[in-house]
Nanobody, 127 residues
């Protein structure tokens, strides 16, 4: 069992920045690939970014590429999402997720690939 707790969401103006954090507990954090997803009202949950167990491999949705950066600190059991140049269309509830994997360099982009999810944190970007 893994517990994931997101933090760092809030209200920001267009062009602003936020840094989301996701703290994990319960199992060996370095055994898990991690991902960030988001869900806007009336829309399906969508992939934002993913990172491998080691942090050496990352992937991003086209809509956030060049603006968002995913990273992790295995010593702190935490994964981060640095979000810059925010746009109103980035408004959503952001979720982190974990997937236990034996493959150190693999990341996962599918919602159904992940085993555990956090409760989400709201990000609102005003125009």
């Amino acid at each position: 069992q893994v517990q994931l707790v997101e933090s760092g969401g809030g209200l920001v103006q267009t062009g602003g920045s936020l840094r989301l954090s996701c703290a994990a507990s319960g199992r060996t954090f370095s055994s898990y690939a991690m991902g960030w997803f988001r869900q806007a009202p009336g829309k399906e949950r969508e992939f934002v970014a993913a990172i491998s167990r080691s942090g050496g491999s990352t992937s991003y949705a086209d809509s956030v590429k060049g603006r968002f950066t995913i990273s992790r600190d295995n010593a702190k059991n935490t994964v981060y999402l640095q979000m810059n140049s925010l746009k109103p269309e980035d408004t959503a509830v952001y979720y982190c997720a974990s997937k236990e994997t034996p493959y150190g360099g693999s990341w996962y982009g599918g919602v159904y690939s992940y085993d555990y999810w956090g409760q989400g944190t709201q990000v609102t970007v005003s125009s």
